[in-house]
């Protein structure tokens, strides 16, 4: 199977380091016996005996506070659970730097919300080793909480989303979400959600979705925090998603129509795409000042596509239509994007060429497509696709389209090139992963 390559070079933080302690517990002895000394030192009518041994008690009542004391502050406790009840009542106990494990072997219609807080130096982490099926669900609302190892496997809701996930800096890591699909393909809800900010999702797997509603959808809605946006999406692995019923199938959105001007300032990365089918817009751009880097697209029947928005980046990505005739590359749409360095080979016409730049509504409403202007296309190498290299004015004549593409800067094409793909194991995604990188 073609995966994309997974850093395995991650070297997780011992919180309760041993010798740290030691080194903070002997300090703050040193301290106290600094004091003693004084202490005792003007206590002139004291026999030296009775000095000796008082001194002796106190010296050994400040080492056993300075070190205990520091033992029971450093070391994080691991909790493990195998009730979704029981879950609910640890997450109300948990400290920074613990380890709640959920055991068991499937959590059947487990519907729950949580809520945690964690540090920077110390998050929490919820790591799963049972299946969750059903109609199974989880919400996170918390900060510095890491999601570890987290599968959801044939089941199905109604509406929602599979895994959600509110706060700040939180991490979804070694999860996967397989086959989770309703009765009824019209039955729209998310796999995963992310609102809030500082969010990473990494080293996942998505496979087989066939409904309506995204894989991974960036919600910027404010939610109770005053910033959003700003997370990570990189090293995961999505795949065999068919093909759906029109708009709303889309693999990887962020932001929506009515918020496209808003600054998100996410980073797509390392992410590989095999047979995601589910619409044109395979990864739909709705918001400002994202980053599309160094993803790898096989054989998928929709374009990497800069809806609405302005001031994003596409580079380096490696986009490859492997005989589907309905794959494409890079579709634009609005202002200040750059379109830099990217290898696009063997698509299909889906959005009749290479790189598609759209035409233009004139005094275009947030829904409507914005007129293309002062766009970078650099450094790009477009071999063997069908339909031209550059599409001007793709969708010229349809909905009021009318407006041209303006002040755009094409240099630098080259028309044959290496690929760089590389073939890894599956473990080197979702639970199995031995090693999720830092």
């Known amino acids: 199977m ?42 002139e009518k004291m026999s030296f005996s009775m000095r000796i041994v008082e001194f002796y008690d106190s010296f050994m009542a400040v080492f056993v506070l300075a070190c205990f004391g520091t033992f ?19 997450c109300k106990v948990a400290n920074p730097g613990d380890l709640i494990v959920l055991g068991g072997e499937v959590w059947l219609d487990a519907r729950l919300k949580i809520r945690l807080t964690g540090t920077a130096e110390k998050p ?27 599968v959801f496997k044939d089941g199905g809701l109604s509406s929602g989303h599979v895994m959600r996930v509110r706060g700040s800096h939180c991490r979804v890591t070694r999860c996967m979400i397989e086959n989770y699909n309703p ?17 990473r999702v990494d080293h996942c797997r998505f496979s087989g979705q066939n409904h309506s509603g995204c894989t991974v959808v960036v919600w910027l809605e404010e939610d109770g925090q005053t910033e959003v ?7 995961n692995h999505f795949l065999d998603r068919p093909r759906g019923d029109g708009n709303g199938f889309e693999t990887i959105r962020i932001g929506t129509s009515e918020r496209s001007m808003k ?47 302005n001031d994003c980046e596409v580079r380096g990505n490696l986009i490859l239509g492997d005989g589907d005739e309905r794959s494409g590359g890079i579709r634009v749409v609005g ?50 696709n069908a339909g031209e290299e550059i599409v001007w004015g793709h969708g010229k004549g349809s909905h009021s389209r009318t407006l041209m593409p303006l002040d755009v800067t094409v240099m630098n094409t080259a028309r044959t090139g290496t690929l760089g793909i590389e073939k890894i194991r599956p473990v080197d995604v979702g639970p199995e992963c031995i090693d999720g990188g830092d």
């Not at 982490?125 to 987290?150: C, M, N, P, Q, Y």
């Open 263 to 309: 600054s998100a300032e996410c980073i797509v990365s390392g992410n590989l795409f095999e047979n995601c089918d589910g619409e044109v817009e395979l990864i739909s751009n709705k918001s400002c000042g994202n980053v599309y880097e160094g993803n790898t697209i096989i054989g998928c029947a929709g374009a990497l596509t800069l809806r609405h928005g």
């Open 183 to 199: 009765e009824k393909r019209s039955t729209r809800y998310q796999w995963l959600s992310l609102l809030g900010h500082h969010h």
């Open 2 to 43: 073609l995966l994309f390559h997974c850093l395995t070079d991650e070297r997780r933080k011992n919180e309760g380091d041993l010798w740290g302690m030691l080194s903070r517990g002997l300090h703050g002895c040193f301290v106290g016996v600094a004091v003693l000394l004084a202490t005792f030192c003007v206590h």
């Open 72 to 90: 029971s502050i450093g070391f994080a406790e691991e909790r493990r659970v195998e009730t979704p009840a029981e879950l609910q009542e640890v």
């Open 335 to 384: 202002e200040g994007h750059q379109i830099v360095g990217n290898h696009i080979q063997g698509v299909g016409d889906r959005i009749g060429g290479a790189i598609a730049l759209s035409a233009g509504v004139v005094n275009a409403k947030l829904h409507q497509h914005a007129q293309v202007r002062n766009v970078l296309i650099d450094h790009n190498a477009l071999i063997g």
């Open 229 to 235: 946006g700003k997370h990570r999406i990189e090293r």
């Open 124 to 150: 929490v982490t919820i790591r799963s080793e049972a299946t969750w099926s059903g109609k199974s669900s989880f919400e996170i609302i918390g900060k510095h909480v890491v999601l570890d190892g987290f």
